[in-house]
């Protein structure tokens, strides 16, 4: 059985196109007002872009971190509408996420599209969560594994030094904002998976998270499974007491 005690866990907020200056404030402010979680446990947001500053801004000094929900895969040029990682530096951003399902099927990024987000996000100082996981079809087919693996293989391709810097996130696509949860033990067994595929490409201390309706009663359920190293949480995030509830356990 893999022992969390080395691995820190992360909840991390993704708050997804859900946003607006004063929406931020009210929450931002709730978060802040609450007693700060344990030391062992690391609280991130990642937002929309245009809201960087006034995160950061709110954020700076505190023990919860911020990022983004996307980066580039290009350092700098004529890409408009995209934001690079540096870019992202300069707003003190410590993660960002790469290939969230919802960027996987909405805009077609391929599996080796997300790696180089996740190269370009290292070379910047930022830590990607690298976001995985399965179609309902692809669930109900018994699929699960192979696709996983298709998308984790152009980050495993990667150096080892490379691969050790990211956190992945396992997100089943049948379980984001549908109310359904695969059960701590489906959940463990594709977390189990993967870290079998990253300790084949020496790193298997990388932090896993589960993502797909996490919410404050579910989540000491998953977090006592041993593979599973933290959440990446979608609506309970806009809500600041769930939120921390989550982050608590």
């Known amino acids: 059985m893999t022992n969390h005690v080395a691995r820190k866990r992360l909840v991390m907020g993704n708050w997804k196109m859900n946003a607006s200056l004063e929406a931020n404030a009210s929450l931002l402010n709730a978060l802040l007002s609450s007693p700060p979680c344990a030391e062992s446990v690391e609280v991130a947001v990642c937002v929309p872009f245009p809201y960087l500053a006034q995160v950061q801004a709110a954020l700076f000094g505190s023990a919860i971190q911020w990022g983004a929900q996307d980066v580039s895969s290009e350092s700098q040029g004529a890409y408009t509408g995209e934001t690079s990682a540096q870019m992202l530096r300069d707003f003190a951003c410590e993660w960002v996420l790469v290939g969230h399902s919802e960027r996987r099927l909405r805009h077609a990024e391929s599996h080796e599209a997300v790696a180089l987000k996740a190269v370009q996000a290292l070379n910047a100082g930022l830590t990607p969560v690298f976001c995985v996981g399965e179609t309902d079809e692809q669930h109900e087919a018994g699929e699960t594994e192979a696709v996983v693996l298709a998308q984790l293989q152009p980050l495993l391709d990667l150096a080892a030094a490379s691969v050790s810097g990211v956190v992945v996130a396992y997100?089943?696509?049948?379980?984001?904002?549908?109310?359904?949860?695969a059960t701590p033990?489906?959940?463990?067994?594709?977390?189990?998976?993967?870290?079998?595929?990253?300790?084949?490409?020496?790193?298997?201390?990388?932090?896993?998270?589960?993502?797909?309706?996490?919410?404050?009663?579910?989540?000491?359920?998953?977090?006592?499974?041993p593979d599973i190293d933290g959440a990446l949480v979608g609506g309970a995030a806009l809500n600041a007491e769930e939120f921390l509830r989550i982050a608590a356990v």
């Open 185 to 225: 033990e489906q959940a463990q067994h594709v977390h189990a998976y993967i870290r079998s595929l990253l300790k084949q490409g020496g790193a298997g201390q990388v932090r896993i998270l589960y993502g797909g309706s996490v919410n404050g009663t579910n989540a000491s359920q998953l977090f006592a499974m």
């Open 171 to 181: 997100e089943p696509v049948w379980a984001i904002g549908t109310g359904k949860s």
